[in-house]
């Protein structure tokens, strides 16, 4: 089993950043490949980013290409999202994901979800 734990999330107005980390536990964390998903209120679970197990491959949606980064510190069993730019329709809580392969968590292959952070973006 792992477990996986957010934190970052919070208040930030609009044109704002925030950095949401995530950290993994367990069954070493860190052979797996991570990601980000968010979910809006009366919205469905939505991907945002993910990242390969060595940090070589990174995907992203649309949505958060040229704003959001992906990271990961191996060492530290923890996977990183910078987010700039932070409009008012990304209010959503924002969920960590651990699976085998970076590419498949776009598709929602995800073995391990965390319990979630989060972020409002007032206007």
């Known amino acids: 089993q792992v477990q996986l734990v957010e934190s970052g999330g919070g208040l930030v107005q609009a044109g704002g950043s925030l950095r949401l980390s995530c950290v993994a536990s367990?069954?070493?964390?860190?052979?797996?490949?991570m990601g980000w998903f968010r979910q809006a209120p009366g919205k469905e679970r939505e991907f945002v980013a993910a990242i390969s197990s060595s940090g070589i491959r990174t995907f992203y949606a649309d949505s958060a290409k040229g704003r959001f980064t992906i990271s990961r510190d191996n060492a530290k069993n923890t996977v990183y999202l910078q987010m700039n730019s932070l409009k008012p329709e990304e209010t959503a809580v924002y969920y960590c994901?651990?699976?085998?392969?970076?590419?498949?968590?776009?598709?929602?292959?995800?073995?391990?979800w965390g319990k979630g952070t989060l972020v409002t973006v007032s206007s």
């Open positions: 994901a651990g699976g085998p392969t970076s590419q498949g968590i776009t598709q929602v292959r995800v073995d391990y």
């Open positions: 367990g069954r070493t964390g860190s052979v797996y490949a």
